[in-house]
């Protein structure tokens, strides 16, 4: 049994092992999130975390951050751009942080600037992960070939989503997009309880909206009508 995490890889990665998956059976999309940072020396300008278009983080203390980062840093972010599979930090990543920290706190704006204007601002960039419908894909893989191959047998008879054909012993858990946190532990139950072969107590529609096998299904079922 193999599951297949690497977030905006997976697609890659399962190709390599001759997956035959093409974009629109397997949609997955970078969007890109870059951090503001710098060294906070002085008082934090709030009292508590703030939250709007991003997160300020007003203060935050960790001797494990160095060497690569102050053990005492501020940071904002992070932005959000879709079509951007890149991790390079830039200008105007660290704008979009300033336009949004304005509404939060004006002041801590104005640092942001200032420490980009005397070349103190640091930025961390990565790509998160989604999918066309912004869904997690968590389960099965489909096996697009064996349904295309259904598909041109019975042409007017399609299997159910849950019925679909699927690679044997291939599993994966991508596109959690922002939400990892409070998505991943209920999706790796479910792909570990498949795996088992044991019920798992969910409403079926829920699964079917996570299932992997969604979009290579929706694309035959499409084309055979």
């Known amino acids: 049994m193999v599951v297949v995490c690497a977030a905006f890889g997976s697609a890659s990665l399962l190709s390599g092992t001759g997956v035959a998956l093409p974009t629109n059976a397997l949609p997955l999309r970078p969007v890109k999130g870059q951090m503001s940072l710098a060294e906070l020396s002085g008082e934090a300008l709030a009292d508590w975390p703030q939250r709007d278009n991003g997160v ?11 060497p690569r980062w102050p053990s005492r840093i ?6 959000y751009v879709r079509g951007d599979a890149s991790t390079d930090v830039t200008d105007d990543g660290h704008q979009r942080n300033a336009q949004s920290l304005e509404a939060m706190n004006p002041q801590a704006a104005e640092r942001l600037r200032e420490s980009a204007g005397s070349q103190r601002l640091l930025g ?12 997690p894909l968590a389960g099965a893989v489909p096996d697009n070939s064996a349904l295309l191959q259904l598909k041109g ?33 209920w999706c790796a139950r479910l792909i570990a309880s498949q795996i088992q072969g044991e019920s798992f107590d969910a409403d079926p529609d829920l699964v079917a909206a996570v299932d992997p096998a969604r979009f290579a299904w929706r694309q035959a079922r499409r084309s055979s009508t």
């Open 153 to 185: 047998t019975r042409r007017r008879y399609l299997p159910s989503l849950a019925d679909t054909p699927r690679e044997p012993g291939l599993y994966m858990l991508s596109a959690l997009g922002s939400r990892g946190i409070t998505l991943a532990h």
């Open 124 to 135: 961390w960039a990565e790509v998160r992960c989604a999918s066309l419908d912004r869904l």
């Open 56 to 66: 300020y983080v007003p203060q935050y203390e960790d001797s494990g951050l160095a």
């Open 74 to 79: 501020w940071a904002m972010g992070s932005t």
